[in-house]
């Protein structure tokens, strides 16, 4: 079941015992198998559960690809709105900002790059996360529609917008014209 989240309603007389890896929630009884292993695709595949009083299988039909975001170490701190300007603004060095969210995927996967790229630059470009939710005013000012958005600050003015969850060489490059 590597790289499936799969959820089984299971009824209510049924006995469980948890089991590591597995988490029960909701109002009606469910097993969720939290596998993470980032962006996997998706072949048919059949797996099975079983407990003492109770069996199912379940069957993933079609591809695709999900995105199945891992936890991962932070490494670059984050600016909100009371230290955004001494921070971003006045710094003395160029400024790279991800605007992102704890619910966006895709803002997960660019998390890594980030934490990559600020060790790589280190010295050179000073690295920001700002959570948009707690954030809301920043993201406002700067138009901030989709996340992840990764701006490029130099002299306190915005100088480059990158949106999406794009790959390293992307932000690299945008990076490498301000130095």
Known sequence: MAGLLETIAV???????PVAGLSLSGRRSSIRFSVFKGLNKIQSTRS???FSSFSK????????IVCEAQDTAVLVPGVNDQTWESLVIGSDVPVLVEFW?????PCRMIH???DELSQE???KFKFFKVNTDESPTIA??????SIPTVMIFKDGEKKDTVIGAVP??????SIEKLL
């Open 57 to 64: 299988s379940v069957t993933r039909r079609g591809g695709g």
């Open 168 to 173: 390293k060489s992307t932000l690299t490059t």
């Open 11 to 17: 009824p209510r007389t049924a006995t469980l015992t």
């Open 140 to 145: 406002s000012k700067y138009g901030i529609r």
């Open 101 to 105: 969210a704890p619910w966006c995927g």
């Open 112 to 114: 890594p790059v980030i």
């Open 121 to 123: 630059f280190a010295g």
């Open 48 to 50: 099975s559960v079983s």
